[in-house]
């Protein structure tokens, strides 16, 4: 009997190799663990939304999309060139090329990237998927085969890896609108998709305007109540907010007093039409009194409603954002939101794993019973190390506040990839625990129902 369980056993483990055949020899704990995991749903708790500007693509252009180091490339330009040489014709190409050396700096790029375990892991990852050749070519000319029916390729990554609802973020949508978000959210389906919207995005639509610090406020108000009990983020209502506030001025401490909000609007008047060649510093001291007063303002209308706040937190984005402001003990005085000598505890969710500050992240939700968990970038940007990485969160972390998610943006591999690893190396992780005897095997499968969609439901009331 012992020798037929055993067999039965390896047939199974022989199974998941042919699926995946990029899993480690793992302790039979594993096998058992990530065989129940893998099938399980998933939820992503923050992430953008795809066009299909990528369905079609070239390695290069691949590698700039997908990577945090290569798509701001057009910031490493003056405005607006980069996207001149990128749709110009050969003459206008080979002129910026002889101005600002433009193919030569994406070359550079490009390479490096190229170079990353992260991409070569995935092109692994993708030419399995495909069925094609493991070189990054290979895998680009299948995924052009499969971009003739982009939203169905689209649609076979999110039932390779399960995903049943979505949450993304409207305030990044490189010059689309409510069409292609609806586009989006059909092609994914049956996933279901819910929006949070971004408290930057409704100040950009009055920045600019030449009106009174209390008509801002009065409009401000307006739009973020119809975003929050109306149809208001794209025709929909938002789920939650998010703000970009910290990579701007670090430390973000509430804002209460309207006197002080409104010298920085009115010094932002004077300024105005300098923003756009403005030191990145300078300009964001001069808003920073205003958006702390309208982070405090939108938190409190979160609070009213118990809505979640998602804060930008580690990460990226060189090389416009400031990098040694993003540091996720700056949302200490956020996650408090004390008034009247009372914590008020509103639900903060520091995104991005705090990462490269992972353990600071970890630690803040650890002490803070309203502060969670949310695992994108580190996941999958760290690849296989993500068995360490998510380690260090449940040292610290309490299983009911680790929230999955990918922050997708670009391209759906993302998405996929996240899931992929996501289940994987969560896996292992957990199997540490049940062979340490920290958690039962029970315990083991509950942990991951949490973290892959449970506590993305109960905290966003989704039914
Ligand atoms: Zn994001």
Redesign the pocket.
């Known amino acids: 009997m012992e020798i037929s369980g055993a067999s039965a056993f390896s047939y199974s483990a022989r199974k998941l190799q042919h699926v995946h055949p990029f899993l480690q020899r793992q302790q039979p704990e594993f096998e058992k663990i990530f065989e129940v995991v893998d099938a399980m749903p998933l939820d992503d708790t923050?992430?953008?939304l795809v066009t299909d500007r990528d369905a079609i693509t070239t390695p290069k252009r691949f590698l700039e999309r997908i990577s945090l180091a290569g798509y701001p490339v057009p910031f490493y330009f003056p405005s607006g060139v980069y996207e001149q040489w990128l749709n110009g014709d050969e003459a206008t190409r080979h002129l910026l090329n002889k101005q600002y050396e433009i193919q030569l700096k994406v070359d550079q790029m490009t390479y490096h990237l190229s170079q990353s375990v992260f991409i070569k892991f995935l092109t692994k990852e993708m030419s399995q998927f495909f069925g094609c050749e493991p070189t990054l070519e290979g895998v680009i000319e299948a995924r052009n085969d499969r971009g003739r029916d982009y939203w169905g390729y689209v649609n076979s990554l999110f039932r390779d890896v399960n995903y049943e609802n979505i949450i993304h973020?409207t305030?990044?949508m490189e010059g689309v609108g409510r069409a292609e978000i609806e586009t989006f959210e059909q092609a994914i389906e049956p996933c279901r998709s819910h929006r949070i919207a971004r408290i930057e995005a409704i100040q950009e639509e009055f920045f600019g305007l030449e009106i009174s610090f209390e008509e801002f406020e009065a409009r401000y108000t307006e739009r973020l109540l119809d975003i929050m009990d109306g149809n208001g983020n794209f025709g929909k209502k938002s789920v939650g907010m998010?703000s970009y506030l910290l990579p701007d001025i670090g430390l973000i401490r509430p804002l209460y007093d309207r006197k002080v909000a409104s010298n920085s609007w009115n010094q932002l008047r004077k300024t105005y039409s300098d923003r756009p060649t403005m030191d990145r510093e300078d300009s964001a001291n001069v808003t920073k009194d205003l958006c702390r007063y309208t982070f405090t303002l939108t938190l409190e209308e979160c609070l009213k409603r118990d809505l979640p706040m998602q804060i930008?937190t580690g990460?990226g984005e060189a090389p416009y954002v400031i990098l040694r402001n993003q540091d996720p003990f700056y949302l200490e005085e956020v996650v408090r939101f004390d008034k009247h000598n009372m914590l008020r505890m509103p639900k903060i969710i520091p995104?991005?794993s705090g990462y490269p500050s992972v353990g600071k992240a970890s630690w803040l939700s650890h002490l803070y019973p309203n502060c969670y968990f949310e695992l994108?970038?580190m996941t999958p940007f760290v690849h296989q190390s993500l068995y360490e990485r998510y380690k260090q969160v449940l040292e610290a972390v309490p299983i009911s506040k680790v929230l999955f998610a990918s922050?997708n943006?670009h391209v759906p591999e993302l998405f996929w990839i996240s899931g992929r690893w996501g289940k994987r190396y969560l896996s292992q992780t957990l199997t540490d625990f049940l062979v340490g005897g920290s958690l039962t095997f029970g315990e083991v499968i509950e942990a991951a129902r949490m973290i892959l969609y449970k506590n993305n439901r109960a905290l966003y009331k989704l039914d």
């Open positions: 923050h992430c953008h973020d305030g990044y998010k930008h990460d995104l991005h994108s970038i922050d943006y």
